[in-house]
């Protein structure tokens, strides 16, 4: 590269470098991720007020949050927010953790990627709805058939990721491992995993999305409280407004949830890489 060339390309660095930095910055994130929702919540008002939707079918936000300020004053609103949250965690520390060691099974050893992969990928075909009346007469109404569905959900994204991730473990560094004794659990531990960090995260994050998802089905059939149940008993009262609430709190969960895993994920890359 020429010297005049250089000298004119090191601008268009600056600038990209100064763009990344601009955009890198927590108040413009911050800013940047409100900036969608706002317009959509001002395009939900234009077309409530305007009469563009019947109120009937699309309640304005002010009666939205009418909605929920009166659920939570009676208490019931907590709730069900609490027991939804109780079993998505519940669920979802289950899944992982069979998951993390399904994955090392299958992404660590040859036999068990022959025995179980197969197996494994028919079962996450699956639907989940497919698997609500099995677990029902199995395991009955109770919690123990909606955390086993949650867990069932948050299992797959982690075991795939991981899985995948260990099979791509740099050789070099297994191979250094074992040169200082380390063999089993103590390799998998000390060398495997923090090399598989940030897949082991990405798995977590889409498992935690996947147990929001699995909890409504879970709470559809069978359940007497939870966010699921109030979607259900909202839209067989026509209540709009609680049904709109409803999503609401699940897309806030669902954001707060992979918010805490972001954070997770940054201080683990930073102790481990």
Do not use: C
Request: glycine share 10%.
């Amino acid at each position: 590269m020429s010297l005049r060339t250089a000298e004119a390309a090191a601008p268009d660095a600056g600038v990209a470098a100064s763009a990344r930095s601009f955009w890198s910055r927590p108040v413009v994130r911050i800013v940047g991720g409100l900036l969608v929702p706002l317009a959509l919540l001002g395009a939900w008002q234009i077309a409530s007020v305007s009469g563009l939707v019947p109120a009937y079918r699309l309640p304005p936000p002010a009666t939205v949050v009418t909605a929920a300020v009166e659920m939570a004053a009676t208490g019931e609103l907590w709730l069900h927010i609490a027991i939804s949250v109780q079993r998505v965690l519940l669920g979802f520390l289950i899944g992982s953790l069979v998951g993390i060691g399904a994955a090392a099974i299958v992404g660590l050893t040859r036999a068990g990627d022959v025995l179980l992969s197969p197996t494994l990928a028919a079962i996450r075909a699956i639907p989940s709805l497919a698997l609500v009346p099995l677990l029902l007469l199995w395991m009955g109404i109770g919690e123990d058939s909606k955390v086993t569905l949650i867990a069932i959900g948050a299992f797959f994204p982690v075991f795939t990721t991981v899985s995948i991730a260990l099979r791509h473990v740099d050789v070099r560094l297994v191979e250094m491992g074992r040169s200082f004794s380390l063999r089993g659990w103590e390799l998998f531990r000390t060398v495997q995993l923090p090399s598989v960090l940030p897949a082991l995260v990405s798995g977590l994050r889409l498992g935690m999305a996947q147990s929001w998802l699995f909890l409504v089905a879970s709470e559809l059939l069978g359940a007497a409280m939870g966010l699921g149940f109030l979607l259900t008993i909202s839209g067989q009262n026509g209540r709009v407004d609680r049904i709109l609430m409803t999503i609401a709190i699940l897309a806030i969960l669902g954001a707060l949830s992979n918010a805490i895993l972001t954070l997770i994920e940054k201080r683990l890359l930073k102790r481990w890489t």
